[in-house]
């Protein structure tokens, strides 16, 4: 059965898509690929869109060439109740992993944590908590230009989604820790619609910064909708591209329809071709324009 959510994580991989959901499913429960589409002719080629769940949660994978490489700005936090449930994701995750930037351990935030970039690039913490609200959660770490500002995303993204609300707050601070200033964010937690996600200050010096390679896709049902998310999230004119863009701190979005993800799992090869070449064609998505494209004959 597809679960459907109104925010979902988005990967960007050069040819891995297939392979990485694969991987990935091996070693979280509840998880599974649950749809594959082929794309053709676009600007990278034949690109591949894999959807999959892990831990209940959806992501969607897309192979689309070598443009976009992950980094630690956007990670994912595993919250686990047991430290043996930390050690055993940490174990599989760490197979052949590309660095590892906070080992294994103890830390005043947690008895059992530590951040790695996995085989693939891709940045997971993994940490040992009291009460999980959400199993897996994108956490954005605010440097270089826009540290300090964490806080002003949280209040920025209660007014662009009509449902949220803010978990644990964690200042430098409260936390006794001179590395930040002490109003900048450690920690917050924050329910956007169905998602709960993570945002933090990081101070220090940091060569990497938000990109493409991970994004979050927002699902919406009607034009009206996908317009309000459109004047909301972008801000950034050059990267609107089929329904991609760019908020004022970085973070990349996909608004798209509803009725697109639909059309794409139930349409045959012609209609996915005519589907491509209609929304490779715009900025902001058309669901009047998609659904002709769709129907015509």
């Known amino acids: ?60 994978a897309i192979s689309a060439g070598p443009h976009f490489s992950f980094n630690p700005s956007i990670s994912f936090m595993v919250n686990c109740s047991t430290a043996d449930k930390v050690d055993r994701l ?26 790695l970039a996995d085989k693939y690039g891709l940045n997971w913490q993994i940490i040992r908590v009291s009460a999980i609200k959400q199993k897996i959660m994108p956490c954005c770490l605010f440097v270089g230009d826009v540290f300090g500002r964490a806080e002003e995303a949280l209040h920025f993204y209660q007014t662009v989604f009509t449902h949220h609300q803010i978990g644990e707050l964690y200042r430098f601070s409260d936390m006794q820790d001179n590395s930040a200033p002490g109003m900048a964010i450690a920690y917050v937690d924050i329910q956007l619609e169905d ?28 034009q009206q909708e996908i317009d309000s998310y459109w004047q909301k999230l972008s801000a950034i004119p050059e990267a609107e591209q089929c329904g991609w863009c760019k908020d004022k701190f970085g973070i990349s979005w996909q608004v798209v329809p509803t009725v697109l993800d639909e059309m794409m799992r139930k349409g045959n090869a012609e209609q996915i071709r005519r589907l491509t070449r209609a929304f490779l064609q715009m900025k902001k998505m058309d669901i009047e324009a998609l659904q002709k494209a769709y129907s015509f004959s």
């Open 1 to 60: 059965m597809q679960i459907t959510r109104k925010i979902v994580p988005h990967l960007w991989y050069d040819t891995q898509a297939r392979e990485a959901a694969d991987w990935y499913c091996s070693i979280f429960p509840d998880a599974r690929i649950t749809h594959i589409t082929p794309l053709h002719d676009t600007p990278s080629g034949d690109a591949e869109v894999v959807n999959f769940i892990l831990a209940g949660q959806p992501f969607i």
């Open 195 to 222: 998602l709960w996600m993570v945002l933090m200050d990081g101070p220090g010096e940091h060569h990497y910064a938000f990109n493409e390679a991970i994004s979050f896709m927002v699902h919406a049902d009607t």
């Open 90 to 115: 940490w174990d599989a995750l760490s197979a052949d992993a590309r660095q590892v930037l906070f080992p294994l351990d103890a830390y005043p935030w947690s008895p059992r944590y530590g951040w």
